[in-house]
């Protein structure tokens, strides 16, 4: 074994034969020993420590490169998000310098940036073959992903925290003043439950105004990753209301049907990062997500009337047991009912009765 003193803390030197292979510096000799015993054992089994000073950006394009022509279409675009959810700090450091410890912080980052659950547990699917993929090559000496669970989700019900019609016109004004041509998509947004996704790809063709004005949802392309289907696969209608439909309107001049519908003032496709920036959104959405928009929509319709089976179809859930979630939070007119019963004057036509008198 090579340790060696340097300065207050302990070198240890790696060889093989007279080749230098690596070195690291630590606080304690025990330290710096037990490192060389597991470097050495991993050098002897056929894995080169050099190999792991590899950034996992680097290691992760070669890999995509590869995944590209092995695997098919729908399992790539899985594999490629990992270049965009894998948070940046993870991406930038050695193959050898990532423990499990960082794989759970990035499954943790990635809920609280309001990631479903779902969608983590894809994640770690394809960063656990990614990291298998680096073992075979030798890169690496074990899978950190393998021990590391996605955290189960609460059994209670997804926040939301969704506009009230004036709150949304009042933030509209607010918007407006940043960028109007924004300012209208969120709008738009608010009243007809579109995801973000499905505002980037939905196009001109997609709009219409007969038998009633509305748009065909189609399409979906969340950031970063090829146009696909809607969130489970089927096509929904959305209406426009007389708020918005004027709006929509001056989206479409000037494009063919088969431009994207909802862009930028010069034309471009709508990125969310910049938009919300643009638009201040941390100040303006007043501690609200982009998505609690798609919520502030189904609220609306149930505030006004719409009945939930027809909010059910706008909002294209699967459930109604989903769509009810917006009625709990809203409260339904029994609880309303209930309420006015609750404040009514003692002893008057909404409050308790005698019906005789005590003998």
Known sequence: MSVIKHGKRWRAKLKDGRIDVAS???????????????????????LDPRAGKERVRVALDRWLTIRKTTVADKTYTADADLARLMPPSMQNVHLSSISDREVARSFETLLRKG???????????????????????????????????????????????????????????????????LANILLVMGWTGLRWGEVRAMQVAN?????????????????????????????????????????VREFTHGKAASDLLFTTAGGSQVWRSTSLRWLDWAKTGQGRRLHDLRHTAACLWLARGVDPGTVQAWCGHESIATTNRYLHFLGTGAHRAGLDRLNSDPGGTGGAQTTGTDS
């Open 24 to 46: 690291k510096v630590f606080d304690t000799k025990t330290e710096a020993k037990d490192w060389l015993r597991r470097e050495q054992a991993a050098l002897a089994g056929g």
């Open 115 to 181: 990631l479903a659950e779902s969608s983590v547990v894809r994640y770690r699917a394809s960063l656990s073959v990614f990291f298998s993929w680096c073992v075979r090559e030798k890169l690496i000496a074990s899978n950190p992903v393998t021990g590391v669970k996605v955290p189960k989700g609460s059994d209670e019900v997804d926040e939301m925290d969704p506009f009230t019609e004036t709150a949304l016109e009042a933030a509209y004004l607010m918007w407006k003043m940043k960028d109007e041509h």
């Open 207 to 247: 709009f219409m105004e007969v038998p009633t004005p509305g748009l065909m949802v189609r399409r979906n392309q969340p950031e970063g990753v090829k146009v696909k289907a809607t969130k489970g696969r089927s096509m929904r209608r959305v209406p426009l209301a007389d708020r918005v439909l004027p709006i």
